[in-house]
């Protein structure tokens, strides 16, 4: 059982930034794609990010495009989400998940979550 625990969240006035951070508690992680959603109040959760196991495929959703970087550290067993330029849109419950493939699968894939973590953009 992979277990995901995620840090760095809080609140930020728009245009700041954070830094999210998961930890797995497993060695292989890093035969793991690794993935990053949100979920607003009254929304359903939502693609983030996604990176393979090497870094070398990554993708993002549209929205994020330009201001959220996602990279891992294999060594640490964490994946990062950089966020930056923040938005009051942004605001929600960020989870991390994994799959279990070294590519980045279907996003039904995403198989392991972490218990999330706030972030909260203000205007």
């Known amino acids: 059982q992979v277990q995901l625990v995620e840090s760095g969240g809080g609140l930020v006035q728009a245009g700041g930034s954070l830094r999210l951070s998961c930890v797995a508690s497993?060695?292989?992680?890093?035969?793991?794609?690794m993935g990053w959603f949100r979920q607003a109040p009254g929304k359903e959760r939502e693609f983030v990010a996604a990176?393979?196991?090497?870094?070398?495929?990554?993708r993002y959703t549209d929205s994020v495009k330009g201001r959220f970087t996602v990279s891992r550290d294999n060594a640490q067993n964490t994946v990062y989400l950089q966020m930056n330029n923040l938005r009051p849109e942004d605001t929600a419950v960020y989870y991390c998940?994994?799959?279990?493939?070294?590519?980045?699968?279907?996003?039904?894939?995403?198989?392991?979550w972490g218990q999330g973590t706030q972030v909260t953009v203000s205007s």
């Open positions: 990176i393979s196991w090497s870094g070398g495929n990554i």
């Open positions: 998940a994994a799959q279990n493939r070294v590519a980045i699968g279907a996003l039904s894939e995403f198989v392991y």
């Open positions: 497993e060695r292989t992680f890093s035969r793991r794609a």
